[in-house]
T-cell receptor, first 115, second 114 residues
Framework: AQSVAQPEDQVNVAEGNPLTVKCTYSVSGNPYLFWYVQYPNRGLQFLLKYITGDNLVKGSYGFEAEFNKSQTSFHLKKPSALVSDSALYFCAVTLRSGATNKLIFGTGTLLAVQP | SQTIHQWPATLVQPVGSPLSLECTVE??????LYWYRQAAGRGLQLLFYSVGIGQISSEVPQNLSASRPQDRQFILSSKKLLLSDSGFYLCAWSVTDGGPYEQYFGPGTRLTVT
């Protein structure tokens, strides 16, 4: 069965420092991987995705993520955190087949950036 | 460009009352449509998805139902609300040709059942 794990409920980082939000996945085939961000009382916003090719994916707002097949991970990173990056972040996975595009979401990681 | 709308934005309903939440998508044709519920501000639970008009798949047995009367309209309903139906309801869409592709989410409806 497909699953996604976000091992940290919360990540605290000082403004200007690099940030990492961790995600590991378990699927029986080759995955498509996604990161979303959610601000309070808002819908989820798409940040970036890995489909194939370069393992380092760049997305919106300066975020990037690195796909590591051997470690089955897809960690979200940003070189310099902003207070405005404080939000709830979700990792998601789907298989490379299937017309319904169903996503399996992690439980979310709350990112808190202190000024 | 594509836009997804949900209404109402917030709703307070008594236990036992009916429910109707609406989601519409603009700027695309024949999208896949999804309903999620987010409880306690965290985990997302997929409730229903639809690959076309009148085609609804349910992910979990529950007090809710969904319908897709038009290509870009997705409705979430209940005949009698339970306290446990409270939560943040999110609608999403994705393209259908090829894929899988990312899903795009609406602004959500905050439902409180009292």
């Amino acid at each position: 069965a497909q699953s996604v794990a976000q091992p940290e409920d919360q990540v605290n980082v000082a403004e200007g420092n690099p940030l990492t939000v961790k995600c590991t996945y378990s699927v029986s085939g080759n995955p498509y991987l996604f990161w979303y961000v959610q601000y309070p009382n808002r819908g989820l916003q798409f940040l970036l995705k890995y489909i194939t090719g370069d393992n380092l994916v760049k997305g919106s707002y300066g975020f990037e993520a690195e796909f590591n097949k051997s470690q089955t991970s897809f960690h979200l990173k940003k070189p310099s955190a902003l207070v405005s990056d404080s939000a709830l972040y979700f990792c998601a996975v789907t298989l490379r087949s299937g017309a319904t595009n169903k996503l399996i979401f992690g439980t979310g990681t709350l990112l808190a950036v202190q000024p | 460009s594509q836009t997804i709308h949900q209404w109402p934005a917030t709703l307070v309903q008594p236990v036992g009352s009916p429910l109707s939440l609406e989601c519409t998508v603009e700027g695309t044709s024949n999208p896949n449509l999804y309903w999620y519920r987010q409880a306690a501000g965290r985990g997302l639970q997929l409730l229903f998805y639809s690959v076309g008009i009148g085609q609804i798949s349910s992910e979990v047995p529950q007090n809710l139902s969904a319908s897709r009367p038009q290509d870009r309209q997705f409705i979430l309903s209940s005949k009698k609300l339970l306290l446990s139906d409270s939560g943040f309801y999110l609608c999403a869409w994705s393209v259908t040709d090829g894929g899988p592709y990312e899903q795009y989410f609406g602004p959500g409806t905050r439902l409180t059942v009292t």
